[in-house]
């Protein structure tokens, strides 16, 4: 599996901004970042393809950017605008989907990072 190793998280106020980022030993074809509420299932917050074409979840769309910087092995999580709903455990992961899209689907991914803890105040 690929080593997968988050940062970044805290706690901001409603409006902040704050940007996680993720060490991957290798850059696998699709990789992406998910969140997990108390009480909620994991979702998907946005993926990218390693030639460069990002998916974002309808609820972060136009507030969270991912990217991904080859050179450092790194994948990001710009968040602007951040909301208490954002509030969740996040989490990185690596070797998604082979072929076609890379989709939103937790279940698609293989190797995942031990996640770190976003939180938001009203």
């Known amino acids: 599996h690929v080593q997968v190793v988050e940062s970044g998280g805290g706690s901001v106020q409603a409006g902040e901004s704050m940007k996680l980022s993720c060490v991957v030993s290798e850059i696998t074809r699709c990789l992406g970042w998910f969140r997990k509420a108390p009480g909620k299932e994991r979702e998907g917050v946005a993926t990218t393809h390693k030639a460069g074409f990002d998916n974002h979840a309808s609820a972060v769309a136009g507030r969270f950017h991912i990217s991904l910087d080859d050179d450092k092995k790194t994948l990001y999580l710009q968040m602007n605008d951040l909301k208490p709903e954002d509030t969740a455990m996040y989490y990185c992961?690596?070797?998604?989907?082979?072929?076609?899209?890379?989709?939103?689907?937790?279940?698609?991914?293989?190797?995942w990072g031990q996640g770190t803890q976003v939180s938001v105040s009203s």
């Open positions: 992961a690596a070797e998604g989907p082979d072929s076609g899209v890379c989709l939103l689907s937790p279940t698609l991914y293989k190797s």
